[in-house]
């Protein structure tokens, strides 16, 4: 037995925390959730371990997912940033890109948020490097001293950026200048972009290196009282985050690297779904999870998520690995509203605080929790367990009063509209990641998560044509599981800029190794022994003349034959053809791995197929399938055995979520206990 036998995680939601236990003795799983609190985002971590009465003293592993960083940024709450480059470049960062933003395409009027350094914030310092990294003109230490001065004392800023030309070829003249500043102002915080990423592309890597400045200091703040926290109440053992592009980092190098930070609970949904895929056999999957405030798609391919390496914040690029996840504002909080008689939902959402109107916190607008609330799908008074009471009434009389009537439906039908808007949104953005990218979505499974991902799923698999519903324990709480199975991870990368037939195979094999280095490095101080890393090599490629790049795993053996098939073969497969032309190489990546044991996905005795052991009443609610109120049958998931199969409209309520089943679908439940809905003909 070990001295400290439990896992704990925690994520936080836009609406809710949810805390899963996992105790490594039995197997386990136990699961809370608490309401997010969004000034003081460490209470709702603590209140929902509370909640859950675990004893911290017993945790070896505390793992956590938080959109801090996000929420920093969007709601311009980070610390007032500077920033230092070279003389002559201040504007790199206000300038950016001539783009616009694809939902904007066609808004003439649009115009950029508000930019988060103002210019007086930005100085330029002497010292120069060219496109090989050579020293044009070195760098002037007076000048550093003088551009830091201006900053700290003039501008009052607490937080710098650095980030010079071609700085990704040689750090030198950014650490010089980390060193003089930090000498004269060791109270201000310092995040150097080549401490970052080893990218080339300016602009890009100047708004990685900012937004990282901007949140750390905030970051910093939530991770230390969090920890004070932990520590209070008796935990002594390793306190993990997860990062944006699936693994976890210790705290300590989160908190030098918040960046990674601002996707972080999205990724541990999808980490546990590629378990979950691997367990079940399904190679194709589509993760759905929908939280409080927004609707989260990635697609898993061949058993592995789709990954990318440039994010998008607000409208600010980040060269950080990422899942390829499609979000959208469309949650269980998303507020439904007229524009000049257009139902429209989302993106603007009611939170958790005042949170729908049925919370009785004081919301006054409809959302979709309401609408749920309204269509029967939800019972008022087993909501989260019977921990929270709804208040039916008033939710029933805010889509009245702003829905209904001025639309000239019933409630019930203003209600659907409500469902048919969000569904239609859904469509779209699920859309974005299959279709548009080469996929099938009628050849994947749909694996639904989040507080209100089963509540539209089955909706999503008839509209699509997906022919299967995976709907595992605990949905609400699915991204918290998948925390718990999420290794210890870094990415590392080099841009590289050279053809493949020209480029040097032997100093390319060098470079690798010397990445490589860094990587298990890395993971050594986070506690991963040297000879336990997993080290994983990719090279990011693309026609030559081309815009936009593919990644290819290379293995240990550099070949360009092997490197080129494999690079036509997934060209071919998301594009439909090949070229001709030759292969350029933009960058190196090596992703550092340190494995973790992973929670066993447990087998239950087959009971004898009959439901009616699970079947708790019946319930008028609306059928999308009739398009019509019908009596529901609502079933206790508690009580499902694997083997029971049963045909829609039916509900299955687990206190914490709601599976949504119409009529023309069936549901069996496998021998892990998950619903799997399939359409009744495809049954």
């Known amino acids: 037995m070990t001295r400290r036998p439990i896992r704990l995680a925690v994520d936080i939601g836009g609406t809710f925390v949810d805390a899963m236990e996992l105790d490594t003795r039995t197997n386990r799983v136990r699961f809370r959730k608490a309401a997010t609190t969004p000034a003081r985002p460490a209470d709702g971590v603590l209140n929902a371990i509370t909640a859950l009465g675990t004893d911290l003293s017993e945790v070896e592993l ?52 508000e930019s988060l350094v103002q210019r007086r914030f930005t100085a330029g310092v002497r010292g120069r490097l060219d496109y090989r990294g050579r020293v044009v003109e070195p760098l002037d230490p007076d000048s550093v001293r003088e551009a830091a001065r201006t900053l700290v004392v003039d501008q009052q800023v607490t937080s710098i950026a650095i980030c010079f030309l071609h700085s990704f070829l040689d750090p030198s003249h950014e650490r010089e200048a980390a060193r003089l500043i930090h000498e004269e102002f060791p109270e201000v915080s310092l995040s150097l972009s080549t401490d970052i990423v080893r990218e080339y592309r300016e602009y890009e890597r100047t708004s990685t290196t900012v937004l990282e400045a901007y949140i750390r200091p905030i970051f910093e703040r939530y991770v230390d009282e969090l920890e004070a926290g932990l520590a209070e109440r008796g935990f002594s053992g390793r306190f993990l985050i997860m990062r944006s592009g699936g693994g976890s980092m210790t705290s300590a190098v989160a908190k030098t690297a918040p960046t990674h930070t601002v996707l972080s609970g999205p990724a541990g949904g999808i980490v546990g779904a590629a378990y979950v895929a691997s367990e079940l056999g399904r190679d194709n999957v589509l993760t759905f999870d929908i939280g409080g405030t927004s609707l989260d798609a990635c697609v898993i391919e061949r058993g592995n998520p789709v990954a990318a390496y440039e994010a998008q914040l607000e409208h600010f690029p ?7 996840i499609r979000t959208i504002g469309a949650g269980g909080g998303s507020i439904a509203w007229l524009d000049h008689g257009l139902l429209k939902v989302g993106p603007q959402s009611a939170g958790a605080d005042p949170g729908p109107v049925c919370y009785g916190r004081g919301g006054t607008r409809p959302t979709v929790t309401d609408a749920a609330v309204v269509l029967g799908y939800m019972d008022p008074e087993r909501f989260l367990a019977g921990t929270m009471g709804l208040r039916a009434a008033e939710a029933r009389a805010a889509i009245a009063e702003q829905l209904a009537e001025p639309l000239g439906l019933t409630v019930e039908n203003a209600a659907a509209g409500v469902f048919d808007v969000l569904l239609a949104r859904t469509v779209g953005a699920v859309r974005q990641i299959t279709v548009e990218r080469g996929h099938d979505p009628r050849q994947f499974a749909l694996l ?19 022919g299967e519903v995976i709907v595992p324990f605990a949905p609400s709480g699915f991204s918290a599981w998948g925390m718990l199975s999420a290794d210890i991870v870094n990415d590392f990368s080099r841009t590289v800029m ?106 239950r005795p087959r009971g004898d197929g009959d439901p009616s052991q699970a079947l708790l009443t019946h319930r008028d609610a609306y059928d999308f399938g009739q398009q019509a109120v019908v009596p529901f049958a609502v079933y206790d998931r508690a009580h499902l055995e694997p083997g029971d199969t049963f045909d829609g409209p039916a509900l299955i309520d687990e206190g914490t979520s709601t599976t949504v089943v119409p009529s023309g679908q069936r549901v069996t439940v496998d021998d892990h206990g998950y619903l799997l809905v399939t359409l009744e003909e495809a049954a």
């Open 498 to 603: 050279a053809t493949l037939d020209d480029a040097d195979l032997a100093e390319l094999e060098q470079l690798f190794k010397a990445v490589e280095a860094e990587a298990v490095a890395s993971l050594v101080a986070q506690g991963v022994p040297a000879g336990e890393a997993v080290l994983e090599r990719q090279f990011e490629l693309r026609y030559l003349g081309q815009e936009h790049s593919l990644m290819v795993t290379v293995g240990r053996e550099l070949d360009r034959d092997a490197i080129r098939a494999a690079f036509d073969e997934t060209h071919r497969a998301r594009y439909g053809h090949t070229m001709g032309n030759p292969l350029q190489i933009l960058n190196l990546r090596v992703r550092g791995i340190g494995g973790t044991d992973r929670p066993e996905l447990q087998t």
């Open 448 to 466: 639904a998560f989040g507080g209100a991902g089963p509540l539209l799923a089955p909706l999503l698999a008839r509209e699509m044509g997906i």
């Open 62 to 113: 505390f793992i956590h997912g938080t959109t801090l960083g996000l929420n920093a940024v969007l709601e311009r709450r980070g610390g007032r940033t500077g920033i230092i480059t070279n003389e002559g470049f201040r504007d790199i960062f206000l300038i950016g890109r001539g783009n616009v933003p694809s939902d904007h395409m066609y808004d003439f009027q649009y115009q950029r948020p």
């Open 318 to 324: 980040l060269l950080i690995p990422t899942y390829d």
